[in-house]
Nanobody
Framework: VQLQASGGGLVQAGGSLRLSCGAS????????MGWYRQTPGNRRELVAT???????NFAASVKGRFTISRDHAKNTVYLQMNSLKPEDTAVYYC???????????WGQGTQVTVSS
């Protein structure tokens, strides 16, 4: 299974970005897909995930500003980020968790930079 992420970039505070992540390969059954982020010297943290049934989970810091959606036919997950803040600056990683042994698959990171 491979994940290909896109959509990062530089945006001013208050602006919006949309991240996309497509999964390819022999995927099998999925628990969830989603996004995590990481800043230098810090642990990778949850941003948002969406389950196979469509249930979404968000970090408290992004609730009300970010939305997550999934196109099952394309095995693609989207993260719409609105009202961006400088503290949202991070490398964002796409994640897919398989049902099989709760295996986590990670995509390459995409940089999101929010200027003040």
């Amino acid at each position: 299974v491979q994940l290909q992420a896109s959509g990062g970039g530089l945006v001013q505070a208050g602006g919006s970005l949309r991240l996309s992540c497509g999964a390819s390969g022999n995927i099998g059954s999925i628990n969830h897909m989603g996004w995590y982020r990481q800043t230098p010297g810090n642990r990778r943290e949850l941003v948002a995930t969406i389950s196979s049934s469509g249930s979404a989970n968000f970090a408290a810091s992004v609730k009300g500003r970010f939305t997550i959606s999934r196109d099952h036919a394309k095995n693609t997950v989207y993260l719409q980020m609105n009202s961006l803040k400088p503290e949202d600056t991070a490398v964002y990683y796409c994640n897919l968790q398989l049902k099989w042994r709760y295996t986590d698959i990670w995509g390459q990171g995409t940089q999101v930079t929010v200027s003040s």
